[in-house]
């Protein structure tokens, strides 16, 4: 299972789980019924607001750190969803040392090529002034 899938499932459970608790919470705390108590968690849970506001002081105090809870959750999803996404931009732009070293060889096989000189202590010489403008290592503009 790939990382994008996992991420999918963890959220989906997490979502199911944070419906049960608020489905029970008000089933117990508010005494609505079931139908009601999922209408009322999933509006909460979905950032609509709560359909019944006729409920005693416990209810209150549940629908308000339910919605709490649910805006931070929002959050925190978002991040575990869009992790692979961003795991996966972070592997295309990054070069390993494997990647560096086969630059390097190449740069110097260039740059002995055109100059005729070998690169000193297996480092890349640098480009003069000249030749970072453009011309080359016999100040002819290509």
Same mark, same amino acid.
Do not use: C
């Given at each position: 299972?790939?990382?994008?899938?996992?991420?999918?499932?963890? +959220?989906?459970?997490? @979502?199911?789980? +944070?419906?049960? !608790?608020?489905?029970? $919470?008000?089933?117990?705390?508010?005494?609505? %019924?079931?139908?009601?108590?999922?209408?009322?968690?999933?509006?909460?849970? #979905?950032?609509? #607001? =709560? @359909? *019944?506001?006729?409920? =005693?002081?416990?209810?209150? @105090?549940?629908?308000?750190?339910?919605?709490?809870? +649910? $805006?931070?959750?929002?959050?925190?999803?978002? #991040?575990?969803?869009?992790? =692979?996404?961003?795991?996966?931009?972070?592997?295309?732009?990054? !070069?390993? /040392?494997? &990647?560096? +070293?086969?630059?390097?060889?190449?740069? *110097?096989?260039?740059?002995?090529?055109?100059?005729?000189?070998?690169?000193? &202590?297996?480092?890349?010489? *640098?480009?003069?002034? *000249? /030749?970072?403008?453009? %011309?080359?290592?016999?100040? &002819?503009? &290509?």
């Amino acid at each position: 299972m790939g990382r994008m899938a996992r991420a999918l499932l963890l +959220s989906v459970v997490v @979502v199911a789980l +944070s419906l049960l !608790l608020g489905v029970l $919470g008000y089933r117990y705390l508010v005494h609505l %019924g079931w139908l009601d108590a999922l209408l009322n968690a999933s509006m909460i849970l #979905g950032g609509m #607001g =709560p @359909v *019944e506001t006729q409920m =005693p002081a416990a209810g209150k @105090v549940f629908a308000s750190i339910y919605a709490l809870f +649910s $805006g931070l959750m929002l959050v925190g999803l978002t #991040g575990i969803l869009l992790a =692979p996404i961003a795991h996966r931009m972070l592997h295309k732009f990054h !070069l390993d /040392e494997s &990647d560096l +070293s086969t630059e390097r060889r190449s740069h *110097e096989h260039t740059t002995s090529r055109h100059t005729g000189r070998q690169p000193q &202590d297996g480092h890349i010489r *640098e480009q003069g002034h *000249e /030749e970072a403008a453009g %011309g080359g290592p016999r100040g &002819d503009i &290509d």
